[in-house]
């Protein structure tokens, strides 16, 4: 008996060992890696600014000042004004604080619809199986973005109309990913022995397959926030999305059209920033990627 929880207490301190020199190398790693630090630098800068934009000493983004209008940038407006006299810099402050609520709303939807379709039809296969992916080949079968304006246009244009063409038109190619992660989780050992004790098969989808795909889950949700991003501004910048006078990316990026050659700096700006954004969600998700991908350490 002595012997028995000796070796229990010695393999479970093992166990412990290897977590511990696993993190440790994945921490050295990433620091290592000025990509996936870049990526985290740009995403939780945007993050924290959009959060404290209301504390921050900007002016209304959307008062009116026609004396002040197309100005140069300025002590008192750093990045000018826009046609209408507005403050740039409060602009796309407080549209970052839009773009970032919008693409993270859009992604948990989508997210959750494909959870629902992937992992019904991965786990039960026959026909359910068969009439789901018939369902996401038609989905898939359509461009993405015609189908989003399409979809955005016979709603009419809002913001919320938005995020329900975004979500509907995205979910499918993530439930197919979903779908082929929950068949090769579905004949683990760990899944048989679940059946074997008598789970039910919800408890056997949420309680083991999910928390053996959540690292994959996370990095396809990171990666798809910079599409997500892409295609709510190109959807607002087609006017199908935030109406004036509302702060937003894809908006300014509409409104400065006509005055690229003599005020470049208003399409600069919020071009900028979304392929900053982009960038650093794109970084971030290849970082956790190699972070959360059980070949990379050993």
Do not use: C
């Not at 244009?157 to 509907?168: C, G, Q, R, Y």
């Not at 996370?218 to 006078?245: C, E, H, R, Y």
Request: aromatic share 6%; no cysteine; charged share 15%.
């Amino acid at each position: 008996m002595i012997d028995r929880q000796s070796k229990a207490e010695d393999l479970r301190l093992e166990g412990i060992s290897r977590r511990s020199g696993r993190r440790l190398a994945i921490l050295k790693t990433l620091r290592r890696d000025h990509g996936t630090v870049l990526g985290f630098v740009i995403v939780f800068g945007t993050v924290l600014i959009a959060v404290l934009a209301p504390l921050l000493p900007l002016q209304d983004p959307t008062e009116l000042n026609l004396q002040a209008r197309l100005l140069a940038p300025s002590a008192e407006f750093p990045l000018g004004t826009d046609h209408l006299g507005r403050d740039e810099l409060s602009r796309l402050i407080f549209g970052a604080r839009i773009t970032l609520l919008m693409s993270g709303i859009s992604v948990a939807i989508i997210m959750v619809i494909a959870s629902v379709v992937g992992s019904l039809s991965g786990y039960y296969g026959g026909w359910i199986d068969s009439g789901l992916m018939t369902v996401v080949d038609l989905m898939l079968a359509f461009p993405s973005l015609i189908l989003g304006v399409a979809v955005a246009g016979i709603l009419g244009p809002s913001l919320i109309n938005v995020m329900i063409a975004v979500s509907v038109v995205w979910w499918a190619g993530h439930a197919r990913v979903i779908r082929g992660m929950v068949l090769s989780a579905r004949e683990r050992e760990y899944v048989e022995a679940a059946r074997a004790i008598g789970a039910s098969d919800r408890r056997i989808v949420v309680f083991h397959i999910s928390r053996n795909i959540v690292g994959p889950f996370v990095v396809l949700a990171t990666l798809d926030m910079g599409w997500i991003i892409l295609g709510i501004a190109g959807l607002s910048f087609l006017g199908l999305g935030a109406q004036p006078p509302t702060p937003e990316w894809g908006a300014m990026l509409n409104d400065s059209r006509s005055y690229m050659q003599t005020s470049p700096l208003l399409l600069l700006a919020p071009g900028t920033a979304i392929f900053l954004l982009v960038l650093g969600f794109n970084l971030l998700g290849d970082g956790l990627r190699d972070m959360l991908d059980p070949t990379t350490y050993r």
